[in-house]
């Protein structure tokens, strides 16, 4: 299949620049079987649920994984931390913008005082850096910035808004592992999980720490030749217990973003059925792939030629998805992470 496929227009006023209050976002909802799309507000979601569904979110914490310094000229840099090569956290792998100022070798003077020593440098950008300290939580929350996507328009080295803090952070976030939020979760308030209880849902966690390859374009010219990065995902116990009492019952398993889909379709795959537990993935979903784990599925607008793209065109139908889509654009929808939602069932 190609990748031109999945290619569509987006004017450009239709990126959400800003995170808007929670639970205040429109939300299309779009019938998988029929194709038929109907207009709501989020605010009406916890209706769209039965008892005995159960709701399954990424409660992943974003870090603050990006790091402003000034190389030996002067200059800005960006050092975006992606994961930690030893527990005391003093050796990352990391991306760096621009990055001819950030060539092997080179030292980037960052904030609090820390530096970073850039060592190997591989074919696709990604960077070690060495830091004369600890790059811990600590160290993120009061020096990193929130690693806010590019399509979200900042001013380079300026820090953080609250407002970006806030509203980049879901309100059930936990421990922070990820460099991008689960986006479909930041529409939640905690008064939407006492509706969606109140209907006779069950809500449950699992995390994917999100990573950067999960956004990594799509460059190749068939689908199929795409590689996605392996990702860490926990599940609990509690979690597939609340699964398998909801499909006992006859409910839905409603994923909330499509790192929760991957997760659970990636835990259905395994030989032995779904565990509880740590594992790695790179399962790539793409249209052909046959859905075992879930049953309907909340997502945010995604990007032309992405992965994100291609998983919710695998559980629609690419047709229905685009044409979704060009009515939403006609209806003034926003798209992207601060945008609207989409509930597929």
């Given at each position: 299949?190609?990748?031109?496929?999945?290619?569509?227009?987006?004017p450009?006023?239709?990126i959400?620049?800003?995170?808007?209050?929670?639970?205040?976002?429109?939300?299309?909802?779009?019938?998988?079987?029929?194709?038929?799309?109907?207009?709501?507000?989020?605010?009406?979601?916890?209706?769209?649920?039965?008892?005995?569904?159960?709701?399954?979110?990424?409660?992943?914490?974003?870090?603050?994984a990006r790091l402003?310094?000034?190389?030996?000229?002067?200059?800005?840099?960006?050092?975006?931390?992606?994961?930690?090569?030893d527990?005391?956290?003093?050796?990352?792998?990391?991306?760096?913008?621009p990055?001819r100022?950030?060539?092997?070798?080179?030292t980037?003077w960052?904030?609090?005082?820390a530096?970073?020593?850039?060592g190997?440098?591989?074919?696709d950008?990604?960077?070690?850096?060495?830091?004369?300290r600890?790059?811990?939580?600590?160290?993120?929350?009061?020096?990193g910035?929130?690693?806010l996507?590019?399509?979200?328009?900042?001013?380079?080295?300026?820090?953080?808004?609250?407002e970006?803090?806030?509203?980049?952070?879901t309100?059930f976030?936990?421990?922070?592992?990820?460099?991008?939020?689960?986006?479909?979760?930041?529409?939640?308030?905690?008064?939407?999980?006492e509706a969606?209880?109140?209907?006779?849902?069950?809500?449950?966690?699992?995390t994917?720490?999100?990573?950067a390859?999960?956004?990594?374009?799509?460059?190749?010219?068939?689908?199929?030749?795409?590689?996605?990065?392996?990702?860490?995902?926990?599940?609990?116990?509690?979690?597939?217990?609340?699964?398998?009492?909801?499909?006992?019952s006859?409910?839905r398993?409603?994923?909330?973003?499509?790192?929760?889909a991957?997760?659970?379709?990636?835990a259905?795959?395994?030989?032995?059925?779904p565990?509880?537990g740590?594992?790695a993935?790179?399962?790539?979903i793409?249209?052909?792939?046959?859905?075992?784990?879930?049953?309907?599925?909340?997502?945010?607008?995604h990007?032309?030629?992405s992965?994100?793209?291609m998983?919710?065109?695998?559980f629609?139908?690419?047709?229905?998805?685009l044409?979704a889509?060009?009515?939403?654009?006609?209806?003034?929808?926003?798209?992207?992470?601060?945008?609207?939602a989409?509930?597929?069932?």
């Amino acid at each position: 299949m190609k990748t031109d496929l999945f290619d569509y227009f987006l004017p450009a006023d239709r990126i959400a620049q800003e995170a808007r209050p929670r639970g205040s976002s429109r939300l299309l909802v779009l019938d998988r079987r029929t194709g038929a799309v109907s207009h709501r507000t989020f605010a009406e979601f916890p209706s769209l649920l039965a008892p005995g569904d159960v709701l399954v979110r990424n409660d992943v914490a974003v870090r603050n994984a990006r790091l402003w310094g000034r190389d030996e000229q002067g200059r800005l840099v960006e050092i975006f931390l992606l994961s930690p090569l030893d527990p005391a956290r003093r050796r990352w792998t990391a991306l760096a913008k621009p990055g001819r100022r950030a060539k092997r070798d080179r030292t980037v003077w960052l904030p609090g005082g820390a530096t970073a020593r850039i060592g190997e440098v591989h074919p696709d950008g990604r960077r070690e850096a060495e830091f004369d300290r600890p790059i811990d939580d600590g160290y993120l929350r009061n020096h990193g910035a929130v690693p806010l996507p590019p399509y979200i328009r900042r001013e380079p080295g300026v820090p953080d808004r609250p407002e970006d803090r806030a509203g980049y952070q879901t309100v059930f976030a936990r421990e922070p592992l990820a460099v991008a939020a689960p986006t479909a979760g930041l529409h939640f308030t905690p008064e939407s999980f006492e509706a969606i209880r109140a209907r006779g849902a069950a809500v449950a966690d699992l995390t994917l720490a999100v990573g950067a390859g999960t956004f990594k374009p799509v460059v190749a010219v068939d689908v199929e030749e795409h590689a996605m990065d392996a990702e860490e995902v926990s599940i609990p116990p509690e979690t597939l217990r609340a699964i398998a009492a909801a499909r006992s019952s006859g409910g839905r398993v409603v994923a909330v973003g499509t790192t929760v889909a991957r997760s659970l379709e990636a835990a259905a795959l395994h030989p032995s059925g779904p565990a509880p537990g740590q594992f790695a993935t790179n399962l790539f979903i793409a249209p052909g792939f046959e859905f075992r784990a879930i049953d309907a599925l909340l997502t945010n607008f995604h990007l032309p030629r992405s992965t994100l793209l291609m998983l919710v065109s695998a559980f629609a139908g690419r047709e229905r998805v685009l044409a979704a889509y060009e009515e939403a654009i006609r209806e003034g929808y926003l798209f992207y992470s601060f945008g609207d939602a989409m509930f597929i069932s």
